[in-house]
């Protein structure tokens, strides 16, 4: 069984940083694509970025991309999220979720390609 586990969420000034990490457990990290999410009060669940396997990544918009970059340690079974210039409207939870690979990455921007769900974990940015 699959088990994901977000960490590193806290509460952060505007314009600063946060590093989540996503451990992934019980099956081959390598044979995932993993991505993340995010959800604040009252709205559905957004897509935020992926990593796929083999490295190839994909961010939800230009305003994040630049800001946030995605990574993964295949030895240490880790991926991250590097989360730069923080903004307000950046504070939500934040999940992680694991696919299997070999799906086209444009599909993986749906919450419904996505078998394994981290519990998430929360980021605050205080204006």
């Known amino acids: 069984q699959v088990q994901l586990r977000e960490s590193g969420g806290g509460l952060r000034q505007a314009g600063g940083s946060l590093r989540l990490s996503c451990t992934f457990s019980?099956?081959?990290?390598?044979?995932?694509?993993i991505g993340w999410f995010r959800q604040t009060p009252g709205k559905e669940r957004e897509f935020v970025a992926v990593?796929?396997?083999?490295?190839?990544?994909?961010y939800d918009a230009d305003s994040l991309k630049g800001r946030f970059t995605i990574s993964r340690d295949n030895t240490k079974n880790k991926m991250y999220l590097q989360m730069n210039s923080l903004r307000p409207e950046d504070a939500a939870v934040y999940y992680c979720?694991?696919?299997?690979?070999?799906?086209?990455?444009?599909?993986?921007?749906?919450?419904?390609?996505?078998?394994?769900w981290g519990q998430g974990t929360q980021v605050t940015v205080s204006a």
């Open positions: 019980g099956r081959t990290f390598s044979s995932y694509d």
């Open positions: 990593i796929t396997w083999s490295g190839s990544s994909l």
């Open positions: 979720a694991s696919a299997m690979h070999g799906l086209d990455i444009g599909t993986l921007i749906y919450e419904s390609e996505y078998l394994y």
